[in-house]
């Protein structure tokens, strides 16, 4: 059944059909194959089921309010003021770059909106300042990938759909992890650019009054931050209340910027309906897969496989941080998550690892995936918002970003703390 299983989802992806139907055709396959009963037949009712997941509401909300930050000037005038402060360092505009996705990833909980809404501010500035324009692609990329470990964070919502874990627990787990690799993202670009100072492009010198009157632009996302997770932590909200809040002020800051009308409102809507479509159907289809192959025994039998191994506990994770990265690169993320995590997750439990800990661990190997080529979402998406140009560009740019990805998951190991602190002092 494994064998089986594995030929038909690379057959499915070699000959590029969607994800959500690669896993859904899959299901299916392996129900007429080895299933003693009519399975497929639940299909309806797996649908409904899971999509009548509370929780689940958060997704669009939080996909709404990167729309309506990207559309409403705030992350141009976010990223003005922050090259104003970050532009003295070697690698100058690269700094600002990173630093603007950890701001927005505090705001709309997305990897991909990240990377396009920063991208599309700073991408202009590569050419017209003299930046190496492959590493200047890769701060965007790898940046991006901040918006699913520093809060809100949709795949983290999903962790925890999937694992009964709790979201604000996760939450204040990426925080510490989020800023320190933000922080290695920035040692990155100041390592490359220390060996080669032609990388850093135009320095560009701003007064202090100017970089004082630009802090002003950096409110409103630490404004929103503060709306999304404080009312969670100030229990006012649930996180799927949160994000409705963040949507009601990402509105009121669209309105007070005077970009907000019904058809800046009507892209807006759009882009959340598409991207939470096609989210809803990757979710639906995993758990139709997830479902069929809990019925036919695979899942029993991988978990029995790997538990044959006899690996020791730290033996285990190095073997989940290869598969993950392996798989990484030829699957989707959203999908390596919903059909990996319910085999994964009781196994690494049972070895017992803390569920919030190894939660952070698969998101920053599933923000490796977005950055590995051929399948990694944040290269497609910044080398769509270049005019020209050619993929490999994006992809030598993000390789060096691996590696801070990589010393973060040995930081996580070596000291579990990084995750844990927080949320075991919140708690108290």
Request: glycine share 8%.
């Amino acid at each position: 059944m494994i064998p089986t299983a594995l030929i038909t989802l690379l057959v499915l992806m070699a000959l590029a059909i969607p994800v959500a139907a690669s896993l859904g055709v899959l299901g299916m396959v392996l129900a007429q194959l080895f299933a003693f009963l009519p399975v497929s037949k639940a299909a309806g009712e797996i649908a409904w089921s899971s999509s009548n997941e509370f929780l689940l509401v958060a997704l669009p909300m939080f996909i709404l309010l990167g729309e309506l930050l990207l559309r409403s000037g705030l992350a141009e005038r976010m990223y003005g003021a922050l090259a104003k402060w970050l532009s003295w360092l070697p690698g100058g505009l690269m700094h600002s770059n990173i630093a603007a996705c950890a701001l927005f990833a505090a705001t709309s909980g997305s990897s991909v909106a990240t990377a396009a809404t920063v991208g599309t501010v700073a991408l202009p500035q590569a050419r017209r300042y003299g930046y190496s324009e492959r590493l200047f692609l890769g701060t965007l990329a790898a940046g991006g990938t901040l918006g699913i470990l520093i809060p809100p964070s949709i795949n983290m919502i999903i962790y925890a759909v999937l694992t009964n874990t709790s979201v604000p627990k996760l939450y204040l787990a990426g925080i510490v992890p989020g800023i320190l690799l933000a922080l290695g993202f920035m040692l990155v670009v100041l390592i490359a650019c220390a060996w080669r100072p032609a990388w850093g492009g135009q320095r560009i010198a701003a007064p202090l009054a100017e970089c004082i009157a630009g802090l002003v632009h950096l409110l409103p996302p630490l404004g929103l931050f503060l709306v999304v997770v404080g009312s969670i932590y100030a229990g006012i909200a649930t996180p799927t209340e949160a994000a409705a809040l963040g949507v009601m002020a990402g509105l009121g800051l669209a309105w007070w910027n005077k970009a907000l009308n019904w058809h800046m409102l009507r892209a807006a809507l759009l882009g959340t309906m598409r991207s939470t479509g096609m989210i809803m159907l990757i979710i639906v289809a995993a758990y139709f897969l997830n479902f069929v192959m809990s019925s036919i025994g695979l899942t029993t039998a991988l978990t029995d496989t790997v538990q044959k191994l006899g690996l020791s506990k730290w033996e285990m994770l190095i073997a989940v941080i290869v598969f993950y990265v392996v798989l990484g690169c030829f699957m989707e993320t959203l999908s390596l998550m919903i059909t990996t995590i319910p085999v994964i997750a009781p196994v690494m439990a049972a070895l017992g690892f803390d569920m919030i800990w190894f939660g952070v661990v698969i998101i920053v190997l599933v923000e490796t995936a977005l950055i590995t080529p051929p399948v990694g979402l944040n290269l497609f998406v910044v080398h769509n918002l270049r005019p020209s140009g050619s993929m490999n560009d994006v992809i030598l740019g993000a390789a060096p970003f691996v590696v801070a990805l990589f010393a973060l998951l040995a930081a996580l190991a070596f000291f579990p703390g990084l995750a844990l602190w927080l949320p075991s002092v919140i708690s108290q």
